[in-house]
């Protein structure tokens, strides 16, 4: 069983910043891209950051200037790290990896619990 367990999320005043980091545990022969999707209330689920295997990098364009995605593969974490926060950045922020457990065994598309952050004006 592979879990993902994050962290790092609370309440920020606009223009301040958070780091959100977020740790796989269990079996795992190998982590391709991370991510980190939020969900606003009544809204959709949508894409933030992703960050592959190799470290190449893809943001929204809402938050592109602003957050960083980076991952320290020696300990199965991906970070967001978020500066300049607006209202509008409020939301559930959920970590997403695909992993492979085994050695020729499909990989398996894993979430995290969720992260609340709340940007207040």
């Known amino acids: 069983q592979v879990q993902l367990v994050e962290s790092g999320g609370g309440l920020v005043q606009a223009g301040g910043s958070l780091r959100l980091s977020c740790a796989a545990s269990?079996?795992?022969?190998?982590?391709?891209?991370m991510g980190w999707h939020r969900q606003a209330p009544g809204k959709e689920r949508e894409l933030v950051a992703r960050?592959?295997?190799?470290?190449?990098?893809h943001y929204a364009d809402s938050v592109k200037g602003r957050f960083t995605i980076s991952r320290d593969n020696a300990k199965n974490t991906v970070y967001l790290q978020m500066n300049s926060l607006k209202p509008e950045d409020t939301a559930v922020y959920y970590c997403?990896?695909?992993?492979?457990?085994?050695?020729?065994?499909?990989?398996?598309?894993?979430w995290g619990q969720g992260t609340q952050v709340t940007v207040s004006s």
């Open positions: 997403n990896a695909g992993i492979t457990r085994y050695p020729s065994w499909p990989e398996d598309d894993n």
């Open positions: 960050i592959s295997s190799y470290g190449s990098t």
């Open positions: 269990g079996r795992t022969f190998s982590i391709n891209a």
